[in-house]
């Protein structure tokens, strides 16, 4: 009696898997490209590309997202534009000191100071030389925001480190260590 039902059990799976496999008939496949994607030549010519060589250039007039648009040039012209012009736009409730302090902390102090007397860490151990005194400069918050985003002289641009909101908080505090000199 157990021969029948092991006999009765084994011709049934057989039957049960013979009947899911049918060739005239495959499964669906999803997105079939990736399973047989097309072989491309390493160093061939694609539609991709305008002429085959050179990469797609975007609109003439677009900007990145969340990129905010700075109006002045990156020359002496634009600096003094800057300086004698550029006002920051947050009022009492969106300017945040500590905020501003916490990000002088992270990229000035090591040059600029604590105190922004230019005796910084690497300016202790002679890894820059003549940084100057907030208290020695004429600056204003329009010249101190331009020079955090382009940059002067052995100081690079923060642009990419800080967003324009940011820069303002630094600005901001700058001018709050001045008055302090």
């Known amino acids: 009696m157990k021969r ?20 005239a008939a ?22 991709a590309f305008n002429n085959g060589k050179e ?13 905010d648009v700075y109006e002045y040039e990156n020359s002496t012209a634009g600096y003094e534009l800057a300086k004698a012009n550029l006002k920051s736009p947050l009022d009492s409730l969106s300017n945040n000191s500590e905020e501003g302090k916490a990000l002088f902390e992270i990229y000035c102090i090591s040059c600029h100071g604590a105190t922004g007397n230019g005796k910084g860490k690497l300016v202790e151990r002679e890894k820059f030389l003549g ?32 967003s324009a909101h940011e820069r303002w908080l630094v600005t901001d505090y700058v001018l709050k260590l001045k008055s302090e000199l």
């Open 4 to 23: 029948i039902y092991k006999i009765t059990l084994l011709f049934g799976l057989t039957i049960l898997v013979s009947s899911c496999h049918n060739n």
């Open 26 to 47: 495959p499964n669906y496949q999803y997105f079939p490209n990736m399973y047989e994607s097309v072989g491309y030549e390493t160093y061939s010519e694609s539609d």
């Open 55 to 67: 990469g797609q250039l975007p609109v003439s007039g677009t900007i990145n997202r969340g990129f």
């Open 131 to 162: 940084v100057p005194s907030y208290a020695d400069r004429p600056i204003t918050e329009g010249s101190v925001f331009h020079v955090i985003t382009y940059g002067l002289n052995a100081m690079g641009s923060h642009a990419n480190q800080l």
